[in-house]
């Protein structure tokens, strides 16, 4: 009797405690608990509401463990949240000390058992949960889109990020090719002109400048830089794709060294303008492309201008007049035979492709010297004799890495920016080349030639900008 009268005091005593029950609301975000946790009362223990005890369900009734403080309970609607493990397990899943959950990472997911029907309670909870996905994501975002940009990135640009950022830097790149570009362009057409001078034989010159390249070429590729030089072996079909605007481009060449050495520098750039008008009217003949009536009236002021500047120029003559207008019609061979080949070359740069070129050119130029110039070698001999070994091979040496480094530039451009931009940066290349040659050498220019030079440059700039503005070619 004493047992049970004790019993039954310890147990009204247990029962003095005010218990509140909680329901586990069932939503994915219960991550860490388990679905057979049991619901156990949170119950102040002694005294003070900021010391309760944990009660650790099980069917044999509820047990306290004092001295664990863990939340407050004050009221059935703003209570500590005490969820018990399964009594399998006998832990509780809301002491942080226990290596449990903390109570804070699961609060989301209970809702006081008296409330757990109320729309707004759920509604409430659900737009918590919604907001907080919400400030997740835009806090994400920057940071998948920096990836995402940074993974679309060459080695280059993956290297210039490093300094610039990644957004910066395929436009970096972008400026350092036209860079480039134009240094040693400006470069290669100074050194040319100087060796013509004491040395005009330029079909050797010619050749000289595409032997040079496609040595370059061969011991990049052989050091296994092969990204910088023929990239991959080319199959029979690509060689032959390639071989035709190679042809065109050897010729072309040669046909510009030879107004090189016959004219000054700003003539044969002011006649190379009168190259987009030869492209209008082969891509007609060849490709049955249609050119708009705007692109057809910007090619009259080139002409005019290129007519007016030849005719006042004083170092004019038809040799280089007539070589530098067969470099306009053989570079238009090529641009437009580029077009039809280049579609069947899959996997191959612009720099392997432009090393395929230099090769096949050196077969194409070679020639011409047994034919044209038989007295090149006594030349070479007398040059030798005069300058030294050093000198005179030094700088047929250095010419030639320019001529090769500076198209490599140009197509590698070319690779990154639209063919209208392209021209863009050639009409800029050609008024930089005409500025600086006239200041090196001290050419005077007549002021008909200053203004005749000038329009052609203009119309060469409304050609790219009316060629920006041509429709599209309806599909058949």
Same mark, same amino acid.
């Given at each position: 009797m004493g047992g049970s009268s004790g019993g039954g005091n310890r147990s009204q005593a247990r029962g003095a405690a005010t218990a509140y029950p909680?329901? @586990?609301? =069932? $939503?994915?975000? +219960?991550? %860490?608990? !388990?679905r057979g946790a049991q619901v156990a009362p949170c119950r102040p223990h002694g005294n003070s509401p900021a010391a309760p005890a944990l009660g650790i369900g099980s069917r044999s %009734?509820?047990? $306290? /463990? *004092? %001295?664990? *403080?863990? %939340?407050? #309970?004050?009221? *059935? @609607? =703003?209570?500590? /949240? #005490?969820?018990a493990a399964p009594s399998s397990r006998l832990a509780p899943v809301c002491s942080s000390r226990s290596g449990l959950r903390p109570l804070a990472a699961v609060r989301p997911a209970l809702v006081p058992a008296g409330l757990s029907a109320s729309p707004l309670v759920r509604t409430s909870l659900v737009e918590q949960q919604r907001r907080a996905v919400q400030v997740r994501a835009q806090q994400q975002q920057p940071v998948v889109a920096a990836?995402? +940009?940074?993974? +679309? /990135? !060459? *080695? /280059?640009e993956s290297s210039v990020a490093k300094v610039v950022g990644a957004q910066a830097a395929p436009t970096v790149v972008t400026l350092s090719f036209i860079a480039f570009w134009y240094a040693l362009n400006i470069a290669f057409n100074l050194q040319n002109k100087v060796i013509f001078n004491y040395f005009p034989y330029p079909w050797f010159v010619s050749t000289v400048h595409v032997v040079v390249g496609a040595l370059y070429c061969i011991v990049a590729y052989l050091l296994g830089a092969k990204k910088a030089s023929f990239e991959r072996p080319i199959t029979k079909d690509e060689l032959a794709a390639i071989a035709g605007p190679a042809s065109m481009h050897a010729i072309g060449h040669v046909a510009a060294n030879l107004s090189f050495a016959a004219v000054a520098i700003s003539l044969t750039h002011t006649v190379k303008t009168l190259e987009p008008a030869f492209n209008v009217l082969l891509s007609k003949l060849i490709l049955g492309t249609s050119t708009p009536l705007p692109v057809m009236a910007s090619l009259i002021p080139i002409m005019l201008g290129v007519a007016a500047a030849s005719a006042a120029e004083l170092s004019f003559n038809w040799m280089g007049f007539l070589t530098a207008m067969a470099s306009n019609l053989t570079f238009g061979f090529r641009a437009v035979w580029s077009k039809k080949a280049m579609n069947t070359i899959k996997n191959l740069g612009s720099t392997g492709i432009y090393a395929y070129t230099t090769l096949i050119s050196v077969f194409l130029c070679a020639p011409g010297i047994f034919f044209f110039e038989k007295g090149v070698w006594a030349a070479i001999k007398q040059q030798v004799a005069e300058k030294g070994a050093t000198q005179f091979y030094g700088a047929l040496l250095s010419v030639g890495l320019l001529y090769h480094l500076y198209n490599q530039f140009a197509f590698n451009t070319l690779a990154r920016v639209s063919p209208v931009s392209h021209g863009v940066c050639n009409v800029v290349k050609r008024v930089a080349i005409i500025a600086t040659s006239v200041l090196f050498f001290g050419n005077k220019l007549t002021t008909q030639t200053q203004i005749g030079t000038a329009v052609a440059l203009i119309g060469t700039w409304l050609y790219t900008e009316a060629s920006k503005k041509k429709p599209e070619p309806k599909a058949a």
């Open positions: 909680i329901k @586990v609301a =069932n $939503t994915p975000e +219960q991550s %860490g608990m !388990d %009734g509820a047990r $306290t /463990l *004092p %001295g664990r *403080p863990i %939340g407050r #309970c004050p009221s *059935p @609607v =703003n209570m500590a /949240l #005490c969820v990836a995402a +940009q940074e993974a +679309q /990135l !060459d *080695p /280059l």
